[in-house]
C-alpha cells in the first residue's frame, strides 16, 4: 500500500493575511522572482480597486470563483472505445485551474501590461 501525499502548508500573504493570494503569486512567479511577482499583484489589485471602486481583494475572489470549473472530463476505455465522462472535480485541483487559467490567459492578453 502507497503512502499518502504530505500536504504542503502556505503561509499566508504579508499584506493581506490570504494564503489563496500565496498560491497565485507562486503561480505568477517566474525564475524564483517571487518579491516581484508579489509587486505585480498588489499594483494589479490596487488598479483594480481605483478603477472598479470596490474592494480589489473581493474582485479578485469574484475573479477566481467565475472561472472555477466545477465538472471536466475523463477519457474512459469501455469496450474497445475511448469515452468522455464528465466527473466532479476536486476542490484543490478547482482552485489551481482557476488561477492557472486566469495568469494564463492574462499572460496571452498582454505580455507587457503585466510587467
Not at 473581493?58 to 474497445?80: C, H, I, Y
Not at 492557472?100 to 498582454?110: A, E, M, P, Q, T
Request: hydrophobic share 35%; glycine share 8%.
Amino acid at each position: 500500500m502507497r503512502k499518502k501525499a504530505v500536504k504542503h502548508t502556505t503561509l499566508p500573504d504579508p499584506k493581506f493575511g490570504d494564503e489563496q493570494v500565496t498560491k497565485f503569486v507562486n503561480n505568477l512567479m517566474y525564475d524564483g522572482k517571487k518579491s516581484k511577482s508579489f509587486d505585480i499583484f498588489y499594483g494589479a489589485i490596487d488598479i483594480v480597486a481605483e478603477k472598479s471602486g470596490e474592494d480589489g481583494l473581493e474582485v479578485f475572489r469574484k475573479a477566481l470563483t467565475n472561472v472555477t470549473p466545477q465538472v471536466e472530463v475523463r477519457s474512459r476505455r469501455v469496450g474497445g472505445a475511448n469515452f468522455q465522462i464528465p466527473q466532479q472535480v476536486r476542490e484543490e485541483r478547482k482552485k489551481s485551474l482557476a488561477m492557472k487559467w486566469l495568469i494564463g490567459y492574462s499572460r496571452g492578453r498582454n505580455e507587457r501590461s503585466m510587467a
